[in-house]
């Protein structure tokens, strides 16, 4: 749940500005033109009311001919001068309706481009990301970052902040045109503006207050979604619909109340602008027609003055709304930029040294570990892996069998030790080479959305068609994929529904041998597979292992006895370590978890009716 990031800072912030128009700088020839268009457009914006001047003016109520520059190009006839001026008029909107689509155009085209430079860099900086960052941060909190909250800057950017800067001009332009044509009516016009800051404020504090409860329930409404979604199968399986629909009401009424009062906000803001424009116009009205009445005024100029108004008044309430997308669009650039400022930890050396190539032996070397300050998980943990060595790890739930696997991979640095591969501590190569090396399955598998070749090849271009097969087949999933209809190009779904548990995991399988790695980790690999599933995985199994350095880690010490070496974690150390027959004649950890899982299996066993004598 997101309510507290929904808390909006200030309106403007110039170093989070400067650093989101950055991403306009590749794009500046666009911006500089959607500008002069913006300019142009402003100043079209002053000339409208000026040529309604002239024709009351010079033609419909004459009070002077027209000046010396205009007398070559308007006619002194009436009929032809006014057609003159309404030919220019004409063009006038055509130019402006040119040049604000060119305007929009440029401006929301660049501004795509922008967004979608930054989601782009959003994402390759997700893919860099320590794991300890995924741990803190909820999957719903991110994807917002990546959709909600650039939607936000691009609102900004495509059409925002050409928008305020184009009626900032437009209100200048305007108000300088007024006080040159009378400077009394200007003041007349504007005799309100206390009244319309007074009631812009007030729709400013009320309408903010609605956006963040608006955000707020669209947090909390995706979070519950996808929580709830994800898990539909425990909902219904435990009859929770009608309280997790009564859930979703509460929610989702929220949500429709923040609406509303936003909703209320805006209904009333401009009426009241609008009526406070139109007693501006009144006092014009009353105040130029005394001196219209009097000699002091034309009668053009009082009729400018009406079409100046509006478009004063226009901008201002443009500007209101404005100032809360902004505002919207700094916390939205804030939670964006501290995304991208997170620290990446888990580096490539400034010069890594490339893997040892050959059989290469794997060294564990006194390692702790913790994720939270010294709540250490692993304690100086040391051992070696020959080459060519399948070695399995168990222990106890939370016994830090996992944490060993992340840290070889490099998915987190040691706190003290080192894990060495030929010699060569981990934390001098480069964490992509190193992570080559490996092919890993996990125990709940992951598949894409695409089809089971993509799933097996994960992008990787050097996999033919050929090396498909024969993964397939050494897995034993060939069979299974020829059963389907378009076999290897059969689509999947999310997570790969619409498969068994047992078929995903085979398709893990078959992903890790057609990389071909060097080593090899099978993290609880058969652990949520039926056991026919499992002796086909075993089979599986012999064929991945054969040749290359293997690490399990498994519960079911069934699957791991004809491991070459076992070492056996308790509570963050490795208190045993050898083959299956030397821990069990040591009757220790090893040897009470296998008759503990002994008396499991034969308590699962159907007994025997007694005989009669």
Known sequence: MEVDEEVLGKAYDGRLMRRLLSYLRPYRGAVALALVSMLALSGLQ???????????????????????PWDAWLSHDPRLGLAQIALLYLLVIAATFALGFAEAYLMQWTGQRAMYD???????????????????????????????????????????????????????????VMLRLSPGLTLALLAVMPLIVGVTLLFRRRVMASYRRIRAAIARI????????????????????????????????????????????????????????????????????????????????????????????RPIQDLSEKYNLLQAAMAASERIFALLDTPVTIRPPASPRPVPQGPVPIEFDGVWFAYNDEEWVLRDVSFRIEPGQTVAIVGHTGAGKTTLVSLLLRFYD????????????????????????????????????????DNIRLGTPTITEEDLLRAAEQVNLLDFINSLPEGFAQPLRERGDGLSTGQKQLVSFARALAHNPRFLILDEATSSVDTETEYRVREAL????????????????STIQRADWILVLHKGRLREQGTHQQLLAQRGIYWRLYLLQYKEQESRLPVAPERRS
């Open 118 to 176: 930054l989601r782009r860099q959003l994402m390759e900086h997700l893919h860099r990301a320590d794991l300890a960052f995924y741990d803190r941060n909820p999957v719903g909190r991110l994807v917002t970052r990546v959709t909600t909250d650039v939607d936000a800057l691009n609102e900004l950017l495509a059409s925002g902040l050409v928008t305020i800067l184009g009626d900032l001009l437009s209100l200048s332009l305007v108000l300088v």
């Open 222 to 313: 995706n979070a519950y979604l996808q929580e709830h979604i994800t898990g539909m199968t425990v909902v219904q399986l435990f009859n929770r619909e009608a309280r997790s629909l009564e859930r979703f009401r509460e929610i989702n009424r929220d949500h429709m109340l923040a609406y509303k009062d936003a909703i209320t906000a805006y209904g009333w803001f401009y009426p009241a602008v609008e009526f406070l424009a139109v007693l501006s116009l009144a006092l014009v009205l009353a105040y130029g027609g005394f001196r219209v009445h009097s000699g002091d005024l034309t009668l053009g100029v009082l009729v400018a003055f009406f079409q100046y108004g509006m478009r004063f008044f």
């Open 414 to 453: 040691v706190q003290r030790g080192a894990i060495r591969i030929g010699g060569v501590d981990i934390r001098e190569f480069d964490p992509r080479e190193l992570r080559r090396q490996f092919g890993v399955v996990l125990q709940d598998p992951h598949l894409f959305s695409g089809t089971i070749a």
């Open 46 to 68: 002053v000339i409208g009311p000026l040529l309604t001047k002239v024709a009351v003016d010079w033609y419909l109520v004459p009070v002077s001919k027209p000046p010396a």
């Open 542 to 557: 012999a064929r991945l292992t054969e040749g290359r350095t293997s690490i399990i880690i498994a519960h079911r010490l």
